[in-house]
Protein backbone atom coordinates (compact mmCIF):
# COMPACT_ATOMS: atom_id res chain seq x y z
CA UNK A 1 0.00 0.00 0.00
CA UNK A 2 1.31 3.49 -1.42
CA UNK A 3 0.94 5.86 1.89
CA UNK A 4 0.87 9.21 1.60
CA UNK A 5 1.82 11.48 4.74
CA UNK A 6 0.72 15.01 4.69
CA UNK A 7 1.67 17.05 7.37
CA UNK A 8 -0.51 20.30 7.94
CA UNK A 9 1.23 23.26 9.25
CA UNK A 10 -0.38 26.57 8.44
CA UNK A 11 1.43 29.99 9.64
CA UNK A 12 -0.78 32.47 11.39
CA UNK A 13 -2.21 30.75 14.38
CA UNK A 14 -4.00 32.96 16.54
CA UNK A 15 -4.09 31.15 19.72
CA UNK A 16 -0.53 30.18 20.25
CA UNK A 17 1.60 32.47 17.99
CA UNK A 18 3.47 30.43 15.14
CA UNK A 19 2.24 27.59 17.16
CA UNK A 20 3.99 24.73 14.99
CA UNK A 21 7.30 25.89 15.65
CA UNK A 22 6.68 26.74 19.08
CA UNK A 23 9.40 24.91 21.53
CA UNK A 24 8.57 22.18 23.85
CA UNK A 25 11.46 20.63 26.15
CA UNK A 26 13.80 21.43 23.41
CA UNK A 27 12.02 20.73 20.26
CA UNK A 28 9.52 22.25 18.23
CA UNK A 29 5.87 21.08 17.61
CA UNK A 30 6.82 20.28 13.95
CA UNK A 31 10.28 18.29 14.56
CA UNK A 32 8.15 15.93 16.43
CA UNK A 33 5.90 15.30 13.90
CA UNK A 34 9.42 15.20 11.75
CA UNK A 35 10.93 12.41 13.94
CA UNK A 36 8.12 10.70 14.02
CA UNK A 37 7.73 10.30 10.28
CA UNK A 38 11.45 9.29 9.64
CA UNK A 39 11.04 5.86 12.00
CA UNK A 40 7.59 5.22 10.11
CA UNK A 41 8.33 1.95 8.25
CA UNK A 42 4.95 1.95 6.24
CA UNK A 43 4.66 5.71 5.14
CA UNK A 44 6.15 5.85 1.48
CA UNK A 45 6.74 9.55 1.29
CA UNK A 46 5.62 12.60 3.49
CA UNK A 47 4.82 16.19 2.26
CA UNK A 48 4.50 19.16 4.29
CA UNK A 49 1.87 21.67 3.77
CA UNK A 50 2.43 25.29 4.67
CA UNK A 51 1.93 28.71 3.23
CA UNK A 52 4.55 29.85 5.41
CA UNK A 53 8.33 30.19 4.40
CA UNK A 54 9.40 29.91 7.57
CA UNK A 55 7.75 27.01 8.60
CA UNK A 56 9.28 25.55 5.37
CA UNK A 57 12.13 26.48 6.03
CA UNK A 58 12.87 24.68 9.24
CA UNK A 59 10.62 21.39 7.82
CA UNK A 60 13.59 20.97 5.32
CA UNK A 61 16.11 21.89 8.07
CA UNK A 62 14.31 18.24 9.29
CA UNK A 63 14.56 16.64 6.21
CA UNK A 64 10.90 16.84 5.07
CA UNK A 65 9.69 17.56 1.56
CA UNK A 66 8.11 20.34 0.24
CA UNK A 67 7.56 20.37 -3.10
CA UNK A 68 5.28 23.47 -3.17
CA UNK A 69 3.36 26.52 -1.38
CA UNK A 70 -0.02 26.00 0.18
CA UNK A 71 -2.27 28.13 -2.06
CA UNK A 72 -3.24 31.32 0.10
CA UNK A 73 -6.93 30.93 0.07
CA UNK A 74 -6.28 27.58 2.03
CA UNK A 75 -3.89 29.13 4.67
CA UNK A 76 -7.55 31.05 6.09
CA UNK A 77 -8.17 30.80 9.90
CA UNK A 78 -11.48 28.53 9.03
CA UNK A 79 -10.26 26.77 6.16
CA UNK A 80 -11.28 23.01 6.28
CA UNK A 81 -8.72 19.83 6.43
CA UNK A 82 -10.29 18.26 3.49
CA UNK A 83 -9.47 20.65 1.04
CA UNK A 84 -5.83 21.22 2.23
CA UNK A 85 -5.39 17.17 1.33
CA UNK A 86 -7.29 17.48 -1.82
CA UNK A 87 -4.34 19.95 -3.14
CA UNK A 88 -1.62 17.92 -2.22
CA UNK A 89 -3.45 14.67 -3.64
CA UNK A 90 -4.29 16.50 -6.54
CA UNK A 91 -0.84 18.52 -7.46
CA UNK A 92 0.85 15.15 -6.79
CA UNK A 93 -1.48 12.96 -9.22
CA UNK A 94 -1.03 16.16 -12.19
CA UNK A 95 2.90 15.26 -12.11
CA UNK A 96 1.63 11.31 -12.59
CA UNK A 97 2.00 10.21 -8.74
CA UNK A 98 -1.02 8.57 -7.24
CA UNK A 99 -1.21 6.89 -3.39
CA UNK A 100 -3.93 4.38 -1.93
CA UNK A 101 -4.12 6.21 0.95
CA UNK A 102 -3.36 9.81 3.12
CA UNK A 103 -1.83 10.06 6.67
CA UNK A 104 -2.99 13.24 8.20
CA UNK A 105 -0.02 14.90 10.55
CA UNK A 106 -0.96 17.84 13.07
CA UNK A 107 2.00 18.64 14.56
CA UNK A 108 -0.01 20.20 17.04
CA UNK A 109 0.13 16.26 18.20
CA UNK A 110 3.85 15.77 19.60
CA UNK A 111 3.27 12.93 21.48
CA UNK A 112 2.01 10.58 18.37
CA UNK A 113 4.88 7.90 17.98
CA UNK A 114 5.99 5.72 14.83
CA UNK A 115 4.25 2.63 16.12
CA UNK A 116 0.62 4.94 16.23
CA UNK A 117 1.40 5.69 12.32
CA UNK A 118 2.72 2.17 11.50
CA UNK A 119 -0.10 0.61 13.71
CA UNK A 120 -2.92 2.46 12.00
CA UNK A 121 -1.63 1.79 8.59
CA UNK A 122 -1.47 -1.67 9.17
CA UNK A 123 -5.19 -1.79 10.66
CA UNK A 124 -6.12 -0.04 7.63
CA UNK A 125 -4.53 -2.90 5.42
CA UNK A 126 -5.82 -5.60 7.25
CA UNK A 127 -9.44 -4.73 7.90
CA UNK A 128 -9.96 -3.23 4.23
CA UNK A 129 -11.63 -0.30 6.25
CA UNK A 130 -12.30 3.17 4.59
CA UNK A 131 -10.55 4.85 7.38
CA UNK A 132 -8.51 4.17 11.03
CA UNK A 133 -9.06 7.45 13.13
CA UNK A 134 -7.31 8.18 16.38
CA UNK A 135 -9.12 7.98 19.48
CA UNK A 136 -8.78 7.87 23.46
CA UNK A 137 -11.12 7.12 26.41
CA UNK A 138 -13.01 9.89 27.67
CA UNK A 139 -12.87 9.04 31.05
CA UNK A 140 -14.16 10.91 33.87
CA UNK A 141 -15.58 13.14 31.20
CA UNK A 142 -18.23 10.81 30.06
CA UNK A 143 -21.44 11.90 28.25
CA UNK A 144 -23.87 10.50 31.07
CA UNK A 145 -22.16 13.49 33.40
CA UNK A 146 -23.05 16.02 30.98
CA UNK A 147 -25.54 18.50 31.84
CA UNK A 148 -26.99 21.77 29.95
CA UNK A 149 -27.49 25.26 32.25
CA UNK A 150 -30.64 26.93 30.42
CA UNK A 151 -31.24 30.75 30.45
CA UNK A 152 -32.22 30.83 33.59
CA UNK A 153 -29.25 29.11 35.23
CA UNK A 154 -30.88 25.76 35.36
CA UNK A 155 -29.10 22.44 35.04
CA UNK A 156 -30.71 19.92 32.60
CA UNK A 157 -30.09 16.63 31.63
CA UNK A 158 -29.23 15.67 28.19
CA UNK A 159 -31.98 13.40 26.98
CA UNK A 160 -29.34 10.40 26.32
CA UNK A 161 -28.10 10.93 29.96
CA UNK A 162 -31.20 9.07 31.91
CA UNK A 163 -30.49 6.16 30.60
CA UNK A 164 -27.48 6.16 32.47
CA UNK A 165 -28.52 7.90 35.65
CA UNK A 166 -27.30 6.90 38.98
CA UNK A 167 -24.96 3.93 37.27
CA UNK A 168 -21.49 3.40 38.88
CA UNK A 169 -18.39 5.07 36.32
CA UNK A 170 -16.98 1.44 36.02
CA UNK A 171 -20.37 0.26 34.91
CA UNK A 172 -20.87 3.02 32.21
CA UNK A 173 -20.48 1.58 28.58
CA UNK A 174 -17.16 2.99 27.13
CA UNK A 175 -16.78 6.22 25.40
CA UNK A 176 -14.17 7.55 22.88
CA UNK A 177 -12.90 11.37 21.93
CA UNK A 178 -11.24 11.70 18.88
CA UNK A 179 -7.68 12.21 19.74
CA UNK A 180 -6.19 14.19 16.76
CA UNK A 181 -3.02 12.18 15.87
CA UNK A 182 -3.97 9.46 13.63
CA UNK A 183 -6.22 10.32 10.37
CA UNK A 184 -5.38 7.71 7.97
CA UNK A 185 -8.36 7.84 4.95
CA UNK A 186 -8.25 5.79 1.43
CA UNK A 187 -7.51 8.19 -0.81
CA UNK A 188 -11.14 7.43 -3.01
CA UNK A 189 -12.67 8.49 0.12
CA UNK A 190 -11.33 11.43 0.67
CA UNK A 191 -11.42 12.75 -3.01
CA UNK A 192 -14.82 10.93 -3.65
CA UNK A 193 -16.76 11.17 -0.27
CA UNK A 194 -15.15 15.09 0.46
CA UNK A 195 -14.38 12.58 4.00
CA UNK A 196 -11.35 11.56 6.57
CA UNK A 197 -13.74 8.55 7.88
CA UNK A 198 -15.82 7.24 5.29
CA UNK A 199 -18.56 4.20 5.67
CA UNK A 200 -16.45 1.71 7.38
CA UNK A 201 -14.07 3.35 10.21
CA UNK A 202 -11.80 1.82 12.41
CA UNK A 203 -10.34 3.04 16.03
CA UNK A 204 -6.43 3.44 17.03
CA UNK A 205 -6.61 4.04 20.63
CA UNK A 206 -4.35 6.46 22.25
CA UNK A 207 -3.85 5.83 25.82
CA UNK A 208 -4.29 9.02 27.89
CA UNK A 209 -1.30 9.45 28.69
CA UNK A 210 -0.69 11.03 25.50
CA UNK A 211 -3.68 12.19 24.21
CA UNK A 212 -3.41 15.48 23.89
CA UNK A 213 -4.09 18.12 20.82
CA UNK A 214 -1.76 21.40 21.34
CA UNK A 215 -4.19 24.44 21.24
CA UNK A 216 -3.36 26.76 24.25
CA UNK A 217 -0.38 27.59 26.36
CA UNK A 218 -2.03 25.26 28.75
CA UNK A 219 -1.22 22.82 26.82
CA UNK A 220 2.19 23.11 26.17
CA UNK A 221 2.47 23.12 29.71
CA UNK A 222 0.17 19.79 29.86
CA UNK A 223 2.84 18.15 26.95
CA UNK A 224 6.20 19.30 28.53
CA UNK A 225 5.12 17.17 31.51
CA UNK A 226 3.75 14.29 29.79
CA UNK A 227 6.55 14.63 27.87
CA UNK A 228 8.35 13.77 31.14
CA UNK A 229 6.96 10.74 31.73
CA UNK A 230 8.55 9.00 28.49
CA UNK A 231 5.82 8.35 25.46
CA UNK A 232 7.30 5.24 24.43
CA UNK A 233 6.17 3.43 27.42
CA UNK A 234 2.33 4.25 26.14
CA UNK A 235 2.32 2.36 23.37
CA UNK A 236 -1.69 2.96 21.55
CA UNK A 237 -3.58 -0.01 19.93
CA UNK A 238 -6.21 -1.31 17.57
CA UNK A 239 -9.57 -1.03 19.20
CA UNK A 240 -11.45 -4.07 19.87
Known amino acids: MRVLGIITARGGSKGIPNKNLVEVAGKSLLQY ?5 STSQLL ?3 ILSTDSNEIAIAGQELGLEFPFVRPAHLAKDDTPTIPVLKHVVETLAQQGQSYDAV ?3 QPTNPLRLASDIDGAIGLLQETGADSVIGFSDVGERHPARMKRIDAMGRVVDPEFAEAFEGQRRQDLPP ?12 CEVLMQQDSLKG ?13 LNVDSPFDLFLVEQLLKLGPQRFPGRAAG
Do not use: K, M, Q
Not at 33 to 37: F, L, Q, Y
Not at 175 to 186: A, F, I, Q
Not at 199 to 211: F, K, S, T
Open 44 to 46: TRT
Open 175 to 186: YYLRDGSVYVTR
Open 199 to 211: NDCRGWLIPIERA
Open 33 to 37: TAEAV
Open 103 to 105: FTL
